[in-house]
């Protein structure tokens, strides 16, 4: 579909493992700067650069860089751009020593490859909070959104002069790899963003762009991806109460059709993280 002028996107693909490729989205806004959502993978800065240079424009340009969250796929050419240009980078405060610290966020969250996926450690020059309106130039206001669950400080951008919602990894994609940290905050941030008026654009870091009604769609039908998990889950939980926490995660993998993804240790942690928020409900 068309975007909005002054908007453009590119897809990084990328290799967690050799036989594991992903793929992310990070969006340019450009004004009479350039600013960006996220900055992909490490390496991420030559294909930024490419893309500008096409445009006439360069990486000097960029003033500004918005973090939705600091997984290796968002942050990892930031430490080269920030050195390129010298912008201003935005992020939520507790995902600040994560960006800071890449061997702190290693050691709290190891990941395949994370050192070929984030090159460096890289400053936060501003820390936000929900409801602040961040305008880098006339035409460009974000109002910033907070959707944690997939990450503890996850940020939504609502780019509010062209009604463009920017939604990182807030919003799961059905039949994906279901990865949050906090199950229930990943279902809040859904109902939030659903309840957002002036949406005329959802755009996510791993799926395509959507107008209001598709991207409402999408949004229910992660919702209730979530809120199965929760009920699959407790499920499991009232027939297995002697069960070891492994045989839960089997049975709940199971259950949810998703056997295959066991060994993935982001899908752990998610279950996992679904089944303590269960029994502390008990």
């Known amino acids: 579909m068309r975007i909005p002028d002054g908007l453009h996107r590119l897809k990084i693909v ?15 806004l450009l004004g ?6 996220d900055t992909g993978v490490a390496g991420s800065e ?15 340009e960029i003033d500004s860089i918005f973090i939705t ?15 390129a240009s010298n912008c201003t980078v935005y992020a939520h405060g507790s995902e600040k020593s994560w960006i800071e610290d890449i061997d702190l966020q290693y050691k709290e969250r190891p990941i395949p490859n994370f050192y070929g996926l ?3 450690s890289s400053q936060v020059d501003v820390t936000v909070s929900d409801g602040d309106v961040l305008s880098p130039e006339p035409g460009i206001s974000l109002r910033v959104i907070e959707t944690s669950g ?3 400080g996850s940020l939504s951008f609502h780019w509010l002069e062209k009604q463009v919602l920017f939604t990182g990894d807030a919003v799961p994609v059905a039949g994906d790899i279901p990865i949050f ?11 939030k963003i659903r309840s957002l008026p002036a949406v005329e654009y959802y755009v996510s870091a791993w799926d395509e762009v959507c107008d209001s009604s598709e991207g409402k769609r999408n949004l229910d039908a992660a919702l209730a991806c979530l809120q199965g998990i929760a009920a699959t889950v407790k499920h499991v939980l009232s027939g297995n109460a002697d069960a070891s926490r492994e045989e839960i995660l089997t049975a709940a993998a199971r259950a949810l059709n998703l056997r295959h993804l066991m060994d993935n240790p982001l899908f752990r942690t998610s279950i996992n993280s679904a089944i303590d ?4 409900r008990r």
């Open 277 to 280: 928020q269960a029994l502390q």
């Open 32 to 37: 009479e700067k350039v600013h960006l959502i």
């Open 181 to 191: 940290i906090n199950l229930r905050d990943s279902i809040e941030s859904l109902k």
């Open 69 to 83: 969250h600091a997984h290796p796929d968002h942050i990892g050419s930031l430490h080269a751009l920030k050195k």
């Open 46 to 60: 030559m294909r930024i650069a490419e893309y500008l240079a096409a445009l006439g424009r360069n990486s000097k």
């Open 150 to 152: 997939h990450s503890q």
């Open 14 to 28: 990328f290799n967690v493992t050799g036989d594991i490729e992903r793929a992310v989205y990070l969006y340019l």
């Open 118 to 120: 984030v090159a460096a």
